[in-house]
């Protein structure tokens, strides 16, 4: 059982470029999540969603967009990539709202 | 909107026990959680409260006052790998869901 998988684990953007960061859930969660963490800060929300087509923003969703055309995957997508977005980025899952969220590994991205 | 408030660092002895304090603000409440950070890697989860009360997992308990907007988390018989963050997270109703927040976390350092 793989759970959340998140892809790329690893990246360095130059500032106005463009990326994917991919999340893929095998648990057949609603609910999936998209955070950023600074370092030694907390985890700010970016986008949700809670179902297959239906998103919506979070705390911090400027300069990012996403897309939930499968239960499975909530990919997250940066345009003209920023040093302020230098971060990790965590996706997540659950089944419903109210229930215990699982994190995948983390994304580290660099932007310079 | 949300907040939550806790303390950005304890420190307490192997053996003992430490109680993480969270006071929230937000517009509809459904629940909070607590999970559980170790450097580098993904937050996990560790308790759920939804109803006021005392809810205990081992040597892990959380409690909730929904009156009071407050929460804490109580861990015994503190262990040198129990060292990580805790962050509580506050579910609240958004546009189309619940959306899932967290605090800024709270560093835990257990001493011998």
């Known amino acids: 059982n793989a759970g959340v998988t998140q892809t790329p684990k690893f990246r360095i953007l130059k500032i106005g470029q463009s990326m994917t960061l991919q999340c893929t859930q095998d648990?057949?969660?609603?609910?999936m999540y998209w955070y950023r963490q600074d370092p030694g800060m907390g985890l700010k929300l970016i986008y949700y969603?809670?179902?297959?087509?239906?998103?919506d923003k979070g705390e911090v969703p400027n300069g990012y967009n996403v897309s939930r055309s499968t239960t499975e995957d909530f990919p997250l997508r940066l345009e003209l990539a920023a040093p302020s977005q230098t971060s990790v980025y965590f996706c997540?899952?659950?089944?419903?709202?109210?229930?215990?969220?699982?994190f995948g590994q983390g994304t580290r991205l660099t932007v310079v | 909107g949300q907040s939550l408030e806790q303390p950005s660092e304890v420190t307490a002895v192997e053996g003992a026990i430490v109680q993480i304090n969270c006071t929230y603000q937000?517009?509809?409440?459904?629940?909070l959680s607590w999970y559980q950070q170790h450097d580098g890697g993904a937050p996990t989860f560790l308790s759920y409260?939804?109803?006021?009360g005392l809810e205990e997992t081992g040597r892990f308990s959380s409690f909730l006052s929904r009156s009071d907007s407050y929460g804490y988390l109580l861990l015994q018989e503190l262990q040198m790998k129990d060292s990580a963050s805790y962050f509580c997270?506050?579910?609240?109703?958004?546009?189309?869901?619940?959306?899932?927040?967290f605090g800024k976390g709270t560093s835990l350092l257990v001493t011998p």
């Open positions: 937000t517009s509809g409440f459904y629940g």
């Open positions: 648990m057949n969660h609603n609910y």
């Open positions: 969603s809670v179902g297959a087509g239906i998103t």
């Open positions: 409260n939804g109803l006021d």
């Open positions: 997540a899952s659950s089944l419903q709202g109210n229930t215990e969220a699982f």
């Open positions: 997270a506050v579910r609240g109703v958004s546009n189309s869901g619940y959306a899932l927040n």
